[in-house]
């Protein structure tokens, strides 16, 4: 079972940029489905990035296309999420979420995917 922690997490102003780090460990390495969401408080959870480590294709939530990049450093087993422009409902917990399957898709990592704890991100206006 893999173990992911995520850090990164702050407060900052609209306009403003954070990044993510979610440090992987605990499996054998080999191409993951990996990626992030998001819950801001009384709401439902929130697919915004993924990515295949074989192939590094992505995908970005349509909230979030052309402010945050997803990347993944496979030595250092470390998942990022570059999140610039950053606006007030981009407030909540971001968790980090891991699966082995080729099949890379948000709903895929949603219903049977690896989770770490969250870290918070605050945007104020």
């Known amino acids: 079972q893999v173990q992911l922690v995520e850090s990164g997490g702050g407060s900052v102003q609209a306009g403003g940029s954070l990044r993510l780090s979610c440090t992987a460990s605990g499996y054998t390495y080999r191409p993951y489905c990996m990626g992030w969401f998001r819950q801001a408080p009384g709401k439902e959870r929130e697919g915004v990035a993924d990515i295949y480590t074989g192939t590094s294709n992505t995908y970005y939530a349509d909230s979030v296309k052309g402010r945050f990049t997803i990347s993944r450093d496979n030595a250092a087993n470390t998942l990022y999420l570059q999140m610039n422009s950053l606006k007030p409902e981009d407030t909540g917990m971001y968790y980090c979420?891991?699966?082995?399957?080729?099949?890379?898709?948000?709903?895929?990592?949603?219903?049977?995917?690896?989770w770490g704890r969250g870290t918070q991100v605050t945007v104020s206006s």
């Open positions: 979420t891991a699966v082995d399957s080729s099949v890379c898709a948000l709903k895929v990592l949603g219903t049977i995917g690896s």
